[in-house]
């Protein structure tokens, strides 16, 4: 299939490279014009400086970027040059509301928007085993699906456009409060003199084993927070979780209260730390 791949950050630069190698033809673009070159270098697919070039004659047009307005500025460069009943699948974490709005304006012109946000990290985007969550038509969820697949080890409509974002706003929630408590249960096991390489043996094995638990206990316990998704994109996502809820109704207490925990973690000076730094408020 002929594919743009617009944004090629830890995520997107990986995410391109699979649908190369799948045999899709690959056209990229990039903010920054050297890593859009870097990429084709590698991967042997076309680099284009403009979105509008990049996208033309695309049956399938993939965005992972920013936030909302880095999705608006995108899609309005690229329609264009956007081919009749192309579909733009954005990859971006943003709010349901612009998902909802890119689908509308799309539309207007006969195209078609998909949200599907991802879940699995650098490491899930370099393996392409990642979790995407999906809000689209049925019909342009099975046209896009055989692209998408490609980096996935799981893929989920879960309803109208928009689904996809609030699907992957309970994701995070959910990531939050666990790290959270794995945070404190850590700090806890130092205060009270544990061998923490022990407890986290002993219970990882339990009712409280959690991906966070084995892939995060023992690098927080080094202070280790040189990797993975960092507080800036998390406060972002949360506050969009929380703007959410501000509509729906949603009591989301622990999420604003990890959230402010998260903001003292940014005034540490850890902006870039990995989420997993929620423990090191708690020890400095």
């Not at 946000?117 to 392409?128: D, F, I, K, R, T």
């Not at 892939?215 to 993975?228: C, E, I, L, S, V």
């Not at 999420?255 to 997993?276: C, H, K, P």
Request: proline letters at 2%; one cysteine or more.
């Amino acid at each position: 299939m002929k594919t743009a791949f617009l944004g090629l950050g830890v995520m997107g630069f990986p995410m391109a490279g699979h649908l190369k190698a799948a045999g899709h033809e690959v056209a990229v673009y990039n903010r920054t014009a050297e890593k859009a070159r870097k990429w084709a270098e590698k991967h042997g697919g076309q680099a284009f400086e403009a979105i509008a070039d990049a996208v033309a004659g695309a049956e399938v047009v993939l965005l992972c970027v920013g936030n909302d307005d880095d999705v608006r500025d995108v899609v309005a460069q690229a329609l264009p040059g956007l081919a009749e009943g192309a579909v733009v699948v954005d990859h971006t974490t943003t709010s349901a509301t612009v998902a909802r709005e890119m689908a509308e304006l799309l539309g207007r012109s006969g195209r078609a928007f998909v949200d599907a946000p991802v879940s699995g990290g650098q490491a899930g985007a370099e393996n392409g085993q990642l979790t995407i969550m999906v809000g689209a038509d049925q019909a342009d969820f099975d046209r896009v699906l055989p692209v998408i697949d490609v980096y996935a080890k799981a893929v989920r409509r879960m309803g109208e456009v928009g689904a996809g974002q609030l699907t992957k706003m309970c994701n995070q929630i959910a990531i939050a409060g666990v790290v959270q408590g794995v945070a404190e249960a850590l700090h806890f096991a130092k205060r009270a003199g544990l061998p923490t390489d022990d407890v986290l043996a002993a219970i990882s094995k339990g009712a409280a084993q959690s991906w966070q638990m084995e892939n995060r206990w023992p690098t927080m316990a080094q202070g280790k927070f040189d990797f993975g998704f960092a507080v800036d994109w998390m406060r972002k996502d949360l506050g969009i979780a929380l703007d959410e809820a501000s509509r729906n109704g949603a009591k989301l207490e622990s999420t604003a209260l990890i959230d402010q925990f998260y903001a003292e973690v940014q005034a540490m000076g850890g902006n870039r730390w990995d989420t997993s730094s929620l423990v090191a408020r708690l020890e400095k």
